[in-house]
């Protein structure tokens, strides 16, 4: 069935480009987009854990790509995209979805690992972006998803790199949407932002802090954000796609209170980020530098050490999936009780 729809709306398999796509959210959407029929490649730095993710995608039936590259490097992204499009004869679906973070308070971290935050999470989404514009726009056909965060609007303690980057996919994000629509470009753009997740990132995150870092509950499975992700990529004329009750309140709340919000995580943020109980290891820079997952590591896979935890499924997401069938359910359910109150009062 997920097949045929694909195949349906399209009339071919898709060409999808994943970034981070080794472990995580990416490795979870590569296997989502594979299972729906489409041909997915693979970018990251991590050769172990592309590997792995390649495995699934073929797995689930699908056509796997395997491209090694640092999304900082703006002219490794563009030859990535150009051995993509060789290989599927175009790109329909470009995901931007790496990252690196570092656990730290802000005076704690350095100004060239600020700087790699930056370039990976940030510049890693625009150079992605313009590599996939280079073969969308001249086709004038494709989607872009850009990878989000609650704390795409909301920043927290111990994340200010991580933070600032996803603030300006944001604003970049928003700016470049205006160009298409002004270009009339059938090209589209569109952000997805996620809760947080039960992936590997916290394990592999250059830690300064005293306890093992952990997400802020709730947590959800990796799975739930490639649903939404998939999703968004075949529905990109909305400008974005909140998934989690978590996102959808910090976002109310920083929209309504941000000062309260503020007081709030000042409170809690840093105890919600850590657990003590279980200390941090300081002997290395995480996957800041090199891939944990890259020849001297090993396959993380999708999930992290949370699923004792995390949520399967996120009612906000599906109804964000369905909210064009549940319209359409309560306007026909609307109409049946007038067609039946009109029909008691004639008989009365």
Known sequence: MARSWTRAVTGRRRAVVVTGASGGVGRAAAVAFAARGDRVALLARGREGLAAAAEEVRRVGGEALVVPVDVADARAVEDAAQQVADAFGRIDVWVNNAFTGVFARFTDIAPDEFRRVTEVTYLGCVFGTRAALRHMQPANHGTIVQVGSALAYRGIPLQSAYCGAKHAIQGFNESLRCELMHERSRVRTTMVQLPAMNTPQFDWVLNRMPGRARPVAPVYQPEVAARAIVHAAGHARR???????????????????????????????????????????????????????????????????????????????????????????????????AVAVEALRRRG
């Open 239 to 337: 400008r974005e796609y909140w998934v989690g009750g978590s996102t959808v309140a910090t976002l109310i709340a920083n929209a309504v209170a941000p000062g309260l919000l503020d007081r709030y995580l000042a409170r809690t943020g840093f105890d919600a980020q850590q657990d003590e109980r279980d200390k941090a290891r300081h002997d290395g820079a995480g996957n800041l530098w090199t891939p944990a997952d890259g020849p001297h590591g090993h396959d993380f896979g999708a999930h992290g050490r949370f699923d004792a935890e995390s949520q399967p499924i996120s009612a906000e997401e599906w109804f964000s999936r369905n909210r064009a069938r549940i319209g359409a359910g309560l306007l026909a359910g609307g109409l049946g009780a």
